[in-house]
């Protein structure tokens, strides 16, 4: 199975490096694929050069997925840097929370993404669920080209996988938005309801990080960099 990290270097590579460890503990033969920065670890991935030149991140992060698209394809799983991942957690569905709304309470560039994505949701008759939870997701490659074809993504954010999954909806079920503040004991709940979380910046305390760094859901070990 091929695993997706749209990755941009911010100040170590704690994230990214234990996300890995915890992916291979899990999935020992998974295929993982690199987009952006090259993270110096000791994991193997495969490395796909980009260069940054986006205003938006959320435009980034699509463009980094239509460069694997085009140039890899083929169904994978879309991954990010500060997800840690069990075995449990299920690919073939796809987690909900609600619908996509516009919040004052958001950001003015996650608003916008909001307006953009009902607009062409609406605009198609779609459905506006919310599959925004900080989850990995299985994504056919031909099926993302198709959609973020139709619109000017690189120019005007949009939210992936709500934009996805109601245009090509699958198996679904009501959860909750897996992004950490402060709590460990949410952390740990998340793994037993859900089979993964997502870490924030707050969370990432010298405790909570001793945690993730000593978490060990296999026997088997992860493999050793050979295909970087």
Not at 6 to 14: A, D, G, I, L, V
Not at 45 to 67: C, N, R
Not at 138 to 161: G, M, T, W
Request: net charge negative.
């Amino acid at each position: 199975m091929k695993f997706v990290y749209p990755y941009k270097f911010k100040r170590s590579y704690f994230e990214i490096s234990e996300s890995l460890r915890w992916l291979y503990l899990a999935y020992p033969d998974a295929e993982v694929y690199i987009i952006g920065d090259a993270p110096d670890i000791h994991l193997p991935y495969v490395h796909i050069p980009y260069s940054s030149y986006l205003t938006h991140p959320g435009s980034e992060v699509t463009d980094k997925v239509m460069a694997f698209c085009l140039i890899i394809g083929d169904e994978f799983i879309l991954m990010n840097d500060d997800f840690f991942i069990t075995e449990r957690f299920p690919f073939h569905q796809v987690m909900t929370n609600g619908y996509v709304t516009i919040s004052p309470g958001h950001s003015i560039t996650y608003q916008q993404a909001c307006e953009n994505t009902i607009d062409f949701l609406a605009a198609n008759h779609l459905e506006l669920i919310n599959f925004e939870c900080h989850q990995p997701v299985l994504i056919q490659s031909c099926r993302f080209i198709e959609l973020f074809h139709q619109v000017d993504y690189r120019s005007h954010n949009h939210l992936l996988k709500s934009m996805y999954f109601n245009t090509w909806p699958m198996r679904s079920y009501p959860g909750e938005n897996l992004k950490l503040g402060h709590s460990l004991t949410k952390a740990k709940r998340y793994l037993s309801d859900y089979g993964a979380f997502s870490s924030s910046d707050s969370f990432l305390t010298a405790d909570h990080m001793e945690f993730i760094s000593k978490y060990l859901s296999s026997a088997v070990p992860p493999p050793s960099a050979g295909c970087q």
